[in-house]
């Protein structure tokens, strides 16, 4: 059974329904979960403008609402590709287990996440299981 369980997030409903289930899990097994949210900043985008406040903005309110979720979990805020992120964390907290939504649907997940599930997947030595909402609970 997992102890250690990795639950990427980028903040939308579908990677914050996975969340949940982990951290639900992880109560009923004893296990810790590892929500990890990466986030890259592009190049032509400089750190004062309007979107990366934004975007701090976001991160401040999902780290409130996490911090009020359980006391199984841990948040780990990164800079850089979310895939590699994901892979470092699980990595180095020696995960048993890897919960990810099939397909975010952030803005950060429509422009940066397109193939992390895949290039996760790849890379990762651990199980992976990715889950999709169910068609009713579905987000634009």
């Not at 590699?84 to 990810?100: F, G, N, P, Q």
């Not at 940066?112 to 990715?130: A, C, F, N």
């Amino acid at each position: 059974l997992p102890r250690v369980i990795v639950a990427p997030t980028d903040l939308s409903p579908p990677s914050e329904h996975v969340v949940s289930l982990a951290l639900d899990l992880a109560v009923e097994l004893s296990a810790t979960v590892e929500v990890v949210h990466a986030y890259q900043i592009p190049l032509f985008v400089g750190r004062d403008s309007p979107i990366v406040k934004d975007l701090s903005r976001t991160l401040r309110e999902g780290v409130r609402t996490f911090h009020s979720l359980s006391t199984h979990a841990n948040l780990h805020v990164m800079e850089g590709p979310p895939a590699r992120s994901i892979v470092e964390v699980a990595e180095s907290t020696k995960a048993d287990l890897i919960m990810m939504a099939g397909s975010g649907r952030g803005l950060i997940s429509s422009l940066l996440l397109g193939g992390v599930t895949d290039r996760v997947l790849r890379t990762v030595h651990v199980p992976v299981l990715v889950l999709r909402e169910p068609p009713g609970r579905l987000h634009p």
